[in-house]
T-cell receptor, first 115, second 113 residues
Framework: AQSVTQLDSQVPVFEEAPVELRCNYS??????LFWYVQYPNQGLQLLLK??????LVKGINGFEAEFNKSQTSFHLRKPSVHISDTAEYFC?????????????FGKGTLLTVNP | NAGVTQTPKFQVLKTGQSMTLQCAQD?????MYWYRQDPGMGLRLIYY???????DKGEVPNGYNVSRLNKREFSLRLESAAPSQTSVYFC????????????FGQGTRLTVV
């Protein structure tokens, strides 16, 4: 079975500071990895995805993530955050093997950017 | 460009009442999903449909039924609502299962009293 662990439930930072949101996964087969963002009272929107190839993936709004197979991690980073980045962020995994194609989400990390 | 449309956006039910949450997508996607979101729990899969005519249970299917009416529409039914089903429900769709991104609706906030 696959699972996702987001190591921090809340991350407060000041505006223009760098941020890293941590995500670890477990799966017995090859994986596809995603980061989604949810603004208040809205649905989820894709930030970026790793399917194959380069382990450094760039997404929208200046976010990037690095896939590390040996550490089974997919941490999300941004060098300088804005107030508008305040939202909940979800890491998700989908396995490529067999019929296990369900998208499994972590419990989310609430990023709060303070002035 | 509507994407994934859910109705209703808000609903209050009494315990024991039934209702159907509607979902439609206009992206010609094969796969559709129903999730529930509860504080501190992330999103949990209730049911999914890999393609028209097929449905499968997800992580938390008890108390729910689904119908994949056609390629566009995937409904979720609560036959006898319980307070434990108070949640925000999201419908999503993807072109193919697994390795393509899922597109989400705006959610239905359901309260069972």
């Amino acid at each position: 079975a696959q699972s996702v662990t987001q190591l921090d439930s809340q991350v407060p930072v000041f505006e223009e500071a760098p941020v890293e949101l941590r995500c670890n996964y477990s799966s017995s087969v090859s994986v596809y990895l995603f980061w989604y963002v949810q603004y208040p009272n809205q649905g989820l929107q894709l930030l970026l995805k790793y399917l194959s190839g380069s382990t450094l993936v760039k997404g929208i709004n200046g976010f990037e993530a690095e896939f590390n197979k040996s550490q089974t991690s997919f941490h999300l980073r941004k060098p300088s955050v804005h107030i508008s980045d305040t939202a909940e962020y979800f890491c998700a995994v989908s396995s490529s093997g067999g019929s296990n194609y369900k998208l499994t989400f972590g419990k989310g990390t609430l990023l709060t950017v303070n002035p | 460009n509507a994407g994934v449309t859910q109705t209703p956006k808000f609903q209050v039910l009494k315990t024991g009442q039934s209702m159907t949450l509607q979902c439609a997508q206009d992206m010609n996607h094969n796969s559709m999903y129903w999730y529930r979101q509860d504080p501190g729990m992330g999103l949990r899969l209730i049911y999914y449909s890999a393609s028209e005519g097929t449905t499968d249970k997800g992580e938390v299917p008890n108390g729910y039924n689904v119908s994949r009416l056609n390629k566009r529409e995937f409904s979720l039914r609560l036959e006898s609502a319980a307070p434990s089903q108070t949640s925000v429900y999201f419908c999503a769709s993807s072109e193919r299962r697994g390795y393509t991104e899922a597109f989400f609706g705006q959610g239905t906030r359901l309260t069972v009293v």
